[in-house]
């Protein structure tokens, strides 16, 4: 970690909303040697806002801030169809790139901004988080390290605590962007096994006045490795007991599983039993491995190292996603080797 | 439960191996109200070793056992593919019937069995011993009661200990003995909901050798419901870590969980971590279970009460079964009215 | 464990009051190879309620009872201060005696309820239930094996479910028939290690109306041992969240804790949080335990061993009650060889 | 939180030993609105090794540091004997003030700690960390609001991973560094009760050869309240496990827990059973409370508001050290009006 004396890595970032908000404080004021720069959002006042709190420049448009010499790295959190574009111009300004989640929504557009990161040879990280959540890292080094195994039987579930806008959620979100999470943490866990076949489902269960509008806000994905492992990712938007995310890996000599509902240890043991308080959000239960993976995004820009989760996990997780579409839209299991030729 | 003064209720038991002999003790030793009068087992000695631990009749023809006096109730607990013919001639010496899962293979054989007992007025009852377990009890009375809202995502899973003789499992072993218990949990669980697609994926990871032999010892089974809601049933034929069954059922207001890894709340602290002993059988796990299902049991015979768990529940388990072995087969999603057309 | 057709061990029960007739339960029905064969109890009709139940002979007086040829062991589970008396005078008729806690309220009463078993060769065996609970017993076995070093620090508790009558708890019960569990408890887990001082606090802080008269129902009590070790023993009469009884032994090189409040691994997610049941009396959480210890008294019974857990025990956990009582009333630390100096 | 921009407050480090190299790099990295500005220890190179990564001053005389017009506030981290009259020299130089505990080892010295910051009107905060423990506070908070009604049990214990050099202890340690945080702990949970009464046993049991040159290295402490609330403190200098810290309050309509030895929520499961790692250390356990017990100082030095945990709380605490070593002493219980007559 760096020590405060050296000159900070100047992020920039893309997208004041709620989760750009965060990341921006986090940049701020829990990352060290870091230091927040800029912000740009083309919402009008949404970078100004930031920027106010933090002493930062602020820019309706991210080209010009790319164009900025007061920014050696970028984080884009803005909304999800713009990520590959912004990532691919920010390469091509030569700066750090951090892309929330997703890259890309077609594998078109990630091998675009893969190409783009590379050709400019800059690193580019993805926001899969839970690589950085302590629990999830400390599965997946058991399971790296032989402690269960052959992985044969995986799950990965993602509950979002609740569904506000189901009329503002773009088509097929619950693959692009909730379950892109759990497919980085299936492949993640399931080493060098390639997924080959993906068989999903989904519905509009939390919003079913919904679903004829294309909400799709409940769903379950079976993909199958070519070591013969099969794994589950799982996903609600809604969990009225807050934001539940869980990894289970089961192999040939062990388990582990990841993931925590309780917000704090403490329990409270009355006349109705006993309770526990559990975690409501995002950024509670992920509060450490946001500036993790933050930490690590600035060591890598300004040592130029390859950050652990690149523009290739995205694309990894795309496929999976793509194909998933495929199958619920075709109602049968795809291979990935169907919409991924290459 | 009875005092001991009542006559009480003679059993007789089909099936002296492992799980019959076990049950033939829970019977003998610690059902109130029931007596084991009888153990019938082709195999040349195993009925008399049992029935000379327990002053009991031995027979190795079952139908002279339910030719006798001596019995008032039958509880089946041979070779799985026996149970069928094992029922229905038990109805028809009048006998109240205990049979153990699965208690078909075919819906045809299911029809027949449960067209026997109709016949001769004889409960029937069949050994999904989850339903007796009290941590699965207490979370489908949650669920049956709303507390969980409409059910949106389930999950059902059965690790066994071990497969001592993967050249010895017979075919579809998986689904017909093993998942049947997931597909009626999971039933069970959904309440009024009724399932009505089911996919299925299944390999031989635990011993892949034998897989060209026709062995699956592991499988993922989706089931989906009317209701809209999805549900996951998950075996495998090996668990390092012992015996493992769990329950999940994810609603429009909260959640249950059942299942239980760690064989007592011991903990022991040490230069390590912290350890607990993990359940290793089906016996300790269900110990308490299978005792209830057959004070239960030993209930309706006396009375004539119609079980908990029926026939019907064995039927409905059955077809989720036979669809998911025509969708490995067949690879796809297979409708359940494909299957029972009824 | 007995087979059925061996001749059961016929019990006589003494005290048909609420563990008096749940402890008769377990004999008569889930205690393999005994038989309730006899109630006695001084209050009218008592007695022949249970008696009723089960088939059995009834006695408003013990003698009567204990004379009797049908009848091979005692079960006492009267009134606590008639113990005593009633495990010399089943002594003198030569049965197998159980005797609940606690056998005597004075080291005199304890020895000569010790040398009376002894004198007619009976085994005498004392109800401290916890010896064989799984979890407890799983704890003791790590300790005695040298899984966690040498004891240093060492913590029981008790907390009962609710004082329903304050008025109506003798003297120093919380001493003498409370924590006489823990008392023992710790003795076991302790091992080769002596108890050599005792200091104790007590209060009524759930009933403080009644302190004038005497009642103590919460109390804290510090024991040292020749080891060095120190002990915790807590009691309170009224837990609002049920039944907790928990043991903790913290060593050199490792810790072990038994104790469960949970009643089932059931756990329900709601939008208040997560929320388990909890244990509400004695009998569920130590039902098994309940059970254990009459068939080992069962088994000793027939074979005439010593019992695991016998008046020697009950003597030198009543020594610390002893102690804990001249410790309170005197207000100061107490050595064991001042209240016993043999 | 303070924004980036706002002026920092720039804090002056005493002691860059362990824990003080912890605090330093809190402050320097991880506190918003606070920079390092100054670091002083009399060990030559300690201050300029910590100075140099972050770019500060740094001193060999803590005077110097405090005339420094670079400080504005000031965290006490140095050796435990030197704290009150580093206390009483930064208060005299006008800087707000964080004292890791002991403030004092004496109720004179604390006295005159607390009068010295009441004179200088400067914030004095002590090192009570447990108080921003969010298990420890969402359990406090609980109490404080009537979720457990009158507390009646209390229980706060601290394991520390090991005794390195248990030669370099000085007398009375467990009392005043380590058990001190329980009892503020424990008078935190307890509310408006004032402690009256205190009774101490202790050991050398981790390093018995050092027993004889005044080692206490185990401790149980019994706590009197006027409420009629009792509570014990317990102490350890090693446990196997790791490092081991909660607390446990027991009221009238219910009980809190705080507390985790788990250092992550994942587990292990292989043949030997399920396993999780413990936390190794007070930096593991703590780290997030250490962070917001500096936050809080920092806003409080910035704002002048008076801290949550001032030199008061420091000497309550140090109230009922003394008690208990006056209790070792003296082998009897200890009224604390005998040793703080005030």
């Known amino acids: 970690m760096a020590d405060s004396h050296e000159s900070p890595v100047r992020v920039g970032l893309v997208g004041a909303g709620r989760i750009g908000t965060f990341h921006g404080e986090t ?122 195994g052959m992985p044969h039987l995986l799950r990965s579930l993602t509950r979002d605590p609740g569904l506000a806008n189901p009329g503002g959620v773009p088509p097929w979100t619950i693959f692009r962007e909730t379950l892109i999470h759990d497919f980085d943490a299936l492949l993640w866990f399931a080493g060098d096994a390639r997924p080959v076949e993906v068989y999903a489902v989904a519905d509009a269960l939390v919003a079913p006045d919904f679903k004829d509008a294309g909400l799709l806000d409940t769903s379950v994905v ?21 934001y539940d995310v869980r990894g289970e890996v089961f192999g040939s000599v062990g388990m582990v599983t990841a993931g925590e509902q309780a917000v704090t240890p403490m329990r409270h043991y009355s006349a109705t039993g006993v309770a526990q308080q559990t975690v409501r959000g995002d950024t509670v239960l992920f509060r450490d491995a946001y500036t993790a993976e933050l930490v690590h995004f600035v060591d890598c820009a300004r040592t130029g190292a390859t950050p652990e989760v690149t523009g290739h996990d995205a694309r990894a997780a795309l496929v999976v996603a793509v194909a998933a579409i495929t199958s619920v839209t075709e109602h049968r299991p795809v291979a990935l080797a169907e919409v991924d030729p290459s």
Do not use: W
């Not at 079976?222 to 990712?233: C, K, P, Q, T």
């Open 27 to 148: 940049v701020a004021l829990h990352v060290p040697g870091a230091k927040l720069s800029a912000v740009a959002d083309p919402a009008p006042g949404a970078a100004g806002r930031l920027a106010g709190r933090f002493g930062t420049l602020a820019y309706t448009e991210p080209a010009e801030m790319f164009a900025s010499d007061e920014v050696d790295a970028v984080l884009i959190a803005s909304t999800a169809r713009a990520h590959t574009d912004l990532v691919i111009a920010a390469a091509a300004a030569g700066k750090a790139i951090f892309c929330e989640k997703p890259m890309a929504f077609s594998l078109e557009d990630a091998d675009r901004a893969i190409a783009a990161a590379a050709e400019a040879g800059v690193p580019l990280q993805v926001g899969f988080n839970r690589r950085f959540a302590v629990d999830f890292r400390a599965a997946q080094e058991v399971v790296a390290s032989g402690g269960i």
């Open 222 to 242: 079976l993909v199958r490795f070519d070591s013969g492992a099969i794994a589950i990712a799982e996903a609600s938007f809604s969990a009225a007991y807050g």
